[in-house]
Nanobody, 124 residues
């Protein structure tokens, strides 16, 4: 079992930055591909970014490419999402997730464990 806890969300103005963190406890963090997803009000949850076990390969949704950066520190059991040039349409609840895979994936059904989510609000 893996427990995931997100932090770092909040309210920011358009053009600003936030860094989300997700700390994992339980089984070996470095065994899991990690992903970030988000769900805006009235919309389905969508893929944001993923990173493979070693951190050597990353994947992004087109909507965040060039603005968001996913990274991980396996020694600290933590995955990060650096969000720059934020837009009002980035407003959502952001979820951290873990998949017992050797490669990154945008498919939600491949992720075995999920955090509780954290609110990010971008004002215009």
């Amino acid at each position: 079992q893996v427990q995931l806890v997100e932090s770092g969300g909040g309210l920011v103005q358009a053009g600003g930055s936030l860094r989300l963190s997700c700390v994992a406890s339980g089984r070996t963090f470095s065994s899991y591909t990690m992903g970030w997803f988000r769900q805006a009000p009235g919309k389905e949850r969508e893929f944001v970014a993923a990173i493979n076990r070693s951190g050597g390969t990353t994947y992004y949704a087109d909507s965040v490419k060039g603005r968001f950066t996913i990274s991980r520190n396996n020694a600290k059991n933590t995955v990060y999402l650096q969000m720059n040039s934020l837009k009002p349409e980035d407003t959502a609840v952001y979820y951290c997730a873990a998949a017992n895979l050797g490669w990154g994936t945008s498919k939600q059904n491949k992720y075995d464990f999920w955090g509780q989510g954290i609110q990010v609000t971008v004002s215009s």
